[in-house]
């Protein structure tokens, strides 16, 4: 059984950089897909970004965003330790959602929930303008 626990959410000012850390316990991801979602108020949750190990000598990993995060959000991973995060830049108001930690075992990442099978319980993040 696969364990995902969420942090580093919080309150912050447009425009300030956060960090999201995602924990994973249980078994070693490495062969796994680890993404990102959030959830917004009143809205479906919608996929961030995703990496996906592809193997080599040097750890290559391939990495998918959504639009709303490319180009102000990294997804990277921490192999050894099991961890991925999700830095976002220049936040704005419209990042404020809960954010959702998730794991594919067949190791594609896809836009769609419904391919992962593990889920942290989400870390609220608030971006004041």
């Known amino acids: 059984q696969v364990q995902l626990v969420e942090s580093g959410g919080g309150l912050v000012q447009a425009g300030d950089s956060l960090r999201l850390s995602c924990t994973a316990s249980?078994?070693?991801?490495?062969?796994?897909?680890m993404a990102w979602f959030r959830q917004a108020p009143g809205k479906e949750r919608e996929f961030g970004a995703c990496?996906?190990?592809?193997?080599?000598?040097?750890?290559?990993?391939?990495?998918y965003y959504a639009d709303s995060v490319k180009g102000r959000g990294t997804i990277s991973r921490d192999y050894a330790k099991n961890m991925v995060y999700l830095q976002m830049n220049n936040s704005k108001s419209e990042d404020t959602a809960v954010y959702y930690c998730?794991?594919?075992?067949?190791?594609?990442?896809?836009?769609?929930?419904?391919?992962?099978?593990?889920w942290g319980q989400g870390t609220q993040v608030t971006v004041s303008s």
């Open positions: 998730a794991a594919d075992p067949t190791g594609l990442c896809s836009t769609q929930r419904v391919r992962y099978r593990y």
């Open positions: 990496m996906k190990w592809v193997g080599g000598g040097n750890g290559g990993s391939s990495t």
């Open positions: 249980g078994r070693a991801l490495r062969n796994y897909a």
